[in-house]
């Protein structure tokens, strides 16, 4: 069902007021020391990416337009976390609590919303990339999805099996984070039923190729992305991945 672009407002307020409920729930309950702070952030975050999928796929015919609406607006809502509101604005500070990680501090707002301006800079070019060359747009689902889950999972798997352990940077500095190569893994594992769930969009020779080179390339990007950037990285390569497949091929 595709709607004129103009009724976008009345769809992202609603779209808002659900990803705010998730962030109080998940805000409550990191506050009650009931949830880790690690797995609240990847909850908003994977439903920040496929909400603004789900409602540009089924209102919009995938518009890019749209696309720039949502992410200017998950832009405007990370930069309202900045100290000076939370110090002024409790309710600011609490919801602030679902995705602000400790070893992130005293940066977590420059790492999220620079995340979030690499994550729409990079969906918007697949986008634009794919409509320009004729590419089915339901394939933007496809590197979505292995990132809202591969990465979405892998930090939660990391942190709670996680037992081999590796180094990555910040994009901006030299501090050092660890990973895992348990949460590594996921990425690995999701890539596979990702193009499982696809392979309907593409002939036996191209999945065949995917299936090769995909979930080693995108495993491979989520390890060696700087940290907090792993979500940028990990669109734009998969994307261009099937892209230059399926042109290729």
Same mark, same amino acid.
């Given at each position: 069902?595709?709607?004129?672009?103009?009724?976008?407002?009345?769809?992202?307020?609603?779209?808002?007021?659900?990803?705010?409920?998730?962030?109080?729930?998940?805000?409550?309950?990191?506050?009650?020391?009931?949830?880790?702070?690690?797995?609240?952030?990847?909850?908003?975050?994977?439903?920040?990416?496929?909400?603004?999928?789900?409602?540009n796929?089924?209102f919009?015919?995938?518009?890019?337009?749209?696309?720039?609406?949502?992410?200017?607006?998950?832009?405007?809502?990370?930069?309202?976390?900045?100290?000076?509101?939370?110090?002024?604005?409790?309710?600011?500070?609490?919801?602030?609590?679902?995705?602000?990680?400790?070893?992130?501090?005293?940066? !977590?707002?420059?790492? +999220?919303?620079?995340?979030?301006?690499?994550? /729409?800079?990079? &969906?918007?070019? *697949?986008?634009? %990339?794919?409509?320009?060359?004729g590419?089915?747009?339901?394939?933007?689902?496809?590197?979505?999805?292995?990132?809202?889950?591969?990465?979405?999972?892998?930090?939660?798997?990391?942190?709670?099996?996680?037992?081999?352990?590796?180094?990555?940077?910040?994009?901006?500095?030299?501090?050092?984070?660890?990973?895992?190569?348990?949460?590594?893994?996921?990425?690995?594992?999701?890539?596979?039923?990702?193009l499982?769930?696809?392979?309907?969009?593409?002939?036996?020779?191209?999945?065949?190729?995917?299936?090769a080179?995909?979930?080693?390339?995108? !495993?491979?990007?989520? +390890?060696?992305?700087?940290?907090?950037?792993? /979500?940028?990285? &990990?669109?734009? *390569?998969g994307? %261009?991945?099937?892209?230059?497949?399926?042109?290729?091929?």
């Amino acid at each position: 069902m595709s709607i004129p672009l103009q009724n976008w407002p009345l769809l992202e307020i609603i779209r808002l007021l659900l990803l705010l409920g998730i962030q109080c729930t998940t805000s409550y309950l990191v506050k009650e020391g009931k949830l880790k702070v690690n797995y609240s952030r990847k909850v908003v975050h994977f439903t920040h990416l496929l909400s603004t999928l789900f409602i540009n796929r089924t209102f919009f015919n995938y518009s890019i337009k749209y696309f720039i609406i949502s992410g200017t607006l998950s832009l405007f809502e990370s930069l309202i976390m900045v100290e000076p509101i939370r110090k002024r604005i409790s309710f600011i500070a609490f919801i602030f609590l679902s995705y602000d990680r400790p070893e992130d501090r005293p940066h !977590t707002v420059r790492l +999220a919303s620079t995340q979030i301006i690499g994550m /729409n800079i990079s &969906l918007i070019g *697949v986008a634009y %990339l794919y409509r320009l060359s004729g590419l089915p747009l339901d394939l933007l689902a496809l590197p979505l999805i292995i990132t809202a889950f591969g990465d979405g999972l892998a930090e939660p798997i990391g942190v709670r099996f996680g037992k081999r352990k590796y180094k990555t940077r910040d994009l901006f500095g030299d501090r050092v984070y660890t990973r895992s190569y348990e949460g590594s893994a996921i990425v690995f594992l999701s890539s596979i039923v990702a193009l499982m769930a696809f392979n309907h969009f593409f002939p036996m020779n191209e999945l065949i190729c995917l299936f090769a080179v995909l979930p080693l390339l995108m !495993t491979i990007t989520e +390890a060696h992305s700087p940290h907090t950037w792993d /979500n940028p990285f &990990l669109y734009l *390569v998969g994307g %261009l991945a099937i892209y230059f497949i399926v042109l290729i091929i």
